[in-house]
């Protein structure tokens, strides 16, 4: 039997990763509803205010399959971040990263602080090997969120995602323990690669 993974609180210096409760389920709507996760995330267009209850009700559970960690900032919601178990097992451990920023706290480094206390909880107390992390191509902001946290720069892999019923070109990065967690090269030096990736790309997100 696969046991179920706890959700620890994470301290950062400005953000605190905890798990979700009810005062969350009116911001994740708020979020849901927002034109920008909408677009780079598969989360359903129609979207009730029961729709995120339910959500909320789910994820806040210790589950098998994934971690889900609402993350705080001066007191309020600010975003989501998920740790999927990708497979792995005897010290080759995966996780896949998944996240969004509540749109008001957007572009204050949440997500690049997050995203380093998920990979620290990762290789450290779940011992994985792996983390991994994809995008529809042309997500700039969410790779900038892990390029900070040592990511290497993407791939771009045709058709990796279904984005609502259509395969989507995806980018993907694979960050392993005992990589450097700082970038791997000047955030301008990646832009330019990505946007020649966006540039080559058949279907771009
Ligand atoms: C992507 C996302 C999670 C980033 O969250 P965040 O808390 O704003 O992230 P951070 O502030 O830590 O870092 C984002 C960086 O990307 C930059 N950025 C955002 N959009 C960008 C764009 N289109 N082009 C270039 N840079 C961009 C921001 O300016 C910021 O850089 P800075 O810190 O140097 O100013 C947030 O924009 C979001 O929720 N988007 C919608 C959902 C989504 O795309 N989720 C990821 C699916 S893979």
Same mark, same amino acid.
């Given at each position: +039997? !696969?046991? !179920?993974?706890?959700?620890?609180?994470?301290?950062g #210096?400005? @953000?605190?990763?905890?798990?979700? !409760?009810?005062?969350?389920?009116?911001?994740?709507?708020?979020?849901a509803?927002?034109?920008?996760?909408?677009?780079? !995330?598969? @989360?359903?267009?129609?979207?009730?205010?029961? +729709?995120?209850?339910e959500?909320?009700?789910?994820?806040?559970?210790?589950?098998? $399959?994934? @971690? $889900?960690?609402?993350?705080?900032?001066?007191?309020?919601?600010?975003?989501?971040?998920?740790?999927?178990?990708?497979?792995?097992? *005897?010290?080759?451990?995966?996780?896949?990263?998944?996240?969004?920023?509540?749109?008001?706290? =957007?572009?204050?480094?949440? +997500? $690049?602080?997050? @995203?380093?206390?998920?990979?620290?909880?990762?290789?450290?107390?779940?011992?994985?090997?792996?983390? *991994?992390?994809?995008?529809?191509?042309?997500?700039?902001?969410?790779?900038?969120?892990?390029?900070?946290?040592?990511?290497?720069?993407?791939?771009?892999? #045709?058709?990796?995602?279904?984005?609502?019923?259509v +395969?989507?070109?995806?980018?993907? $990065?694979?960050?392993?323990?005992?990589? #450097?967690?700082?970038?791997?090269?000047?955030?301008?030096?990646?832009?330019?690669?990505?946007?020649?990736q966006?540039?080559?790309?058949? =279907?771009p997100?």
């Open positions: +039997m !696969t046991a !179920t993974l706890a959700i620890p609180t994470l301290h #210096p400005t @953000v605190t990763l905890r798990p979700h !409760t009810a005062a969350d389920i009116e911001p994740v709507l708020e979020r509803v927002d034109a920008a996760c909408r677009r780079w !995330t598969v @989360v359903p267009l129609e979207y009730t205010r029961e +729709m995120a209850r959500y909320v009700e789910e994820i806040s559970r210790e589950r098998e $399959s994934e @971690v $889900s960690w609402a993350i705080e900032r001066e007191g309020r919601y600010a975003g989501t971040i998920d740790l999927r178990v990708r497979g792995g097992a *005897q010290g080759h451990g995966a996780g896949g990263l998944g996240f969004a920023t509540h749109q008001d706290a =957007r572009g204050r480094g949440v +997500m $690049s602080e997050a @995203v380093g206390l998920v990979v620290d909880h990762a290789f450290g107390h779940l011992g994985y090997e792996l983390v *991994q992390w994809e995008a529809n191509v042309g997500n700039y902001g969410s790779y900038k969120a892990v390029w900070r946290n040592g990511f290497p720069l993407p791939v771009a892999v #045709p058709a990796l995602l279904d984005h609502r019923g +395969m989507t070109d995806g980018w993907h $990065s694979t960050l392993w323990r005992g990589d #450097p967690r700082e970038p791997v090269v000047p955030w301008d030096d990646a832009y330019a690669v990505l946007r020649r966006v540039s080559a790309a058949r =279907r997100g």
